[in-house]
T-cell receptor, first 117, second 116 residues
Framework: QKEVEQDPGPLSVPEGAIVSLNCTYS??????FMWYRQYSRKGPELLMY????GNKEDGRFTAQVDKSSKYISLFIRDSQPSDSATYLC?????????????????FGTGTLLAVQP | EAGVAQSPRYKIIEKRQSVAFWCNPI?????LYWYQQILGQGPKLLIQ????????DSQLPKDRFSAERLKGVDSTLKIQPAKLEDSAVYLC??????????????FGPGTRLTVL
């Protein structure tokens, strides 16, 4: 079983739709949860960051974390064609290795989203 | 503020050849990461540096991959010899020290490697 599972899509929605992206995970030690957006031939960029359980809203984006169910979500309201990208969930647990603190990110496989104008 | 720089952007080599990638992190960022992203997958951490020391290289195939970060700034990742399965995008990321509890890693555009 992979540590992080994400539906790869692709997901195609009309402009203005509400988009729901989801990930599940198995490692209960994960404390930090992130969503990255990756445009074609670009590096990932951080979109949302959440610590532990709860909701976080930033403009049209809302991130939810349910640690009891080991389930995280990203909602995009009023989706725009410019939102077309691959969305990667990522998570980490603080740990120590080689004498230093490591915050290794474990990524999902990414969901390819296309918003049609 | 300039972002993470990587070069080359694209590289095509034949199997068993050697290749090297270069990364220049954001100025002042103490932590540097190299990730491998195979098509259709999320990035996988290969190695993490804190200044010029290795913090985590547990997933680095050490028989063929090596990385260094001299003087705690730029870094190079080398593959020798390359295999077909090494075809991927190699991403470099950096993070400033002092952001305890956050994992804001800033990624470069990546180097797309094709091994024929």
């Amino acid at each position: 079983q992979k540590e992080v599972e994400q539906d790869p899509g692709p997901l195609s929605v009309p402009e203005g739709a509400i988009v729901s992206l989801n990930c599940t995970y198995s490692n209960s030690a994960f404390q930090y949860f992130m969503w990255y957006r990756q445009y074609s031939r670009k590096g990932p960029e951080l979109l949302m960051y959440t610590y532990s359980s709860g909701n976080k809203e930033d403009g049209r984006f809302t991130a939810q974390v349910d640690k009891s169910s080991k389930y995280i979500s990203l909602f995009i309201r009023d989706s725009q064609p410019s939102d077309s990208a691959t969305y990667l969930c990522a998570m980490s647990a603080r740990s120590r290795n080689y004498g230093g603190a490591t915050n290794k990110l474990i990524f999902g496989t990414g969901t390819l989203l296309a918003v049609q104008p | 503020e300039a972002g993470v720089a990587q070069s080359p952007r694209y590289k095509i080599i034949e199997k068993r050849q050697s290749v090297a990638f270069w990364c220049n992190p954001i100025s002042g960022h103490a932590t540097l990461y190299w990730y491998q992203q195979i098509l259709g997958q999320g990035p996988k951490l290969l190695i993490q540096f804190q200044n010029n020391g290795v913090v985590d290289d547990s997933q680095l195939p050490k028989d063929r991959f090596s990385a260094e970060r001299l003087k705690g700034v730029d870094s190079t990742l080398k593959i020798q010899p390359a295999k077909l399965e090494d075809s991927a995008v190699y991403l470099c990321a950096s993070r400033p020290v002092g952001l305890a509890g956050t994992d804001t890693q800033y990624f470069g555009p990546g180097t797309r490697l094709t091994v024929l």
